[in-house]
């Protein structure tokens, strides 16, 4: 079965860390960009990083950028998302979805259909 599954996701003082999990099944890792999104109640979609399998350049939104770290471990066909210096704000649930192509300029671009379940994250003052 081709899937994601997200993992990592809890509860957390502001100022703390976590780290997520994206691991993948099912399909060829190294082919596609792999990005991280998230979604806080009332809001859109937010891309907050991406990072491509076959060079490992890496994208990351302003939001997120100097806090959080993208990275991926082919043998274990598993993105990693660091997150540092949490904030209330950082609040959402957070999913990977592979992609085909990452731009620099502004992350992951040309959809698949693989997505993951998502994993949630609350961030407490």
């Known amino acids: 079965e081709v899937q994601l599954v997200e993992s990592g996701g809890g509860l957390v003082q502001a100022g703390g860390s976590l780290r997520l999990s994206c691991a993948a099944s099912?399909?060829?890792?190294?082919?596609?960009?792999i990005g991280w999104f998230r979604q806080a109640p009332g809001k859109e979609r937010e891309g907050i990083s991406c990072?491509?399998?076959?060079?490992?350049?890496?994208y990351y939104a302003d939001s997120v950028k100097g806090r959080f770290t993208i990275s991926s471990d082919s043998a274990k066909n598993t993105v990693y998302l660091r997150m540092n210096s949490l904030k209330v704000e950082d609040t959402a649930v957070y999913y990977c979805?592979?992609?085909?192509?990452?731009?620099?300029?502004?992350?992951?671009?040309?959809?698949?259909?693989?997505w993951g379940q998502g994993t949630h994250v609350t961030v407490s003052s």
């Open positions: 099912g399909f060829t890792f190294d082919d596609y960009a």
């Open positions: 979805g592979a992609f085909y192509f990452l731009a620099s300029e502004y992350g992951c671009y040309g959809p698949t259909d693989i």
């Open positions: 990072i491509s399998s076959r060079d490992r350049s890496t």
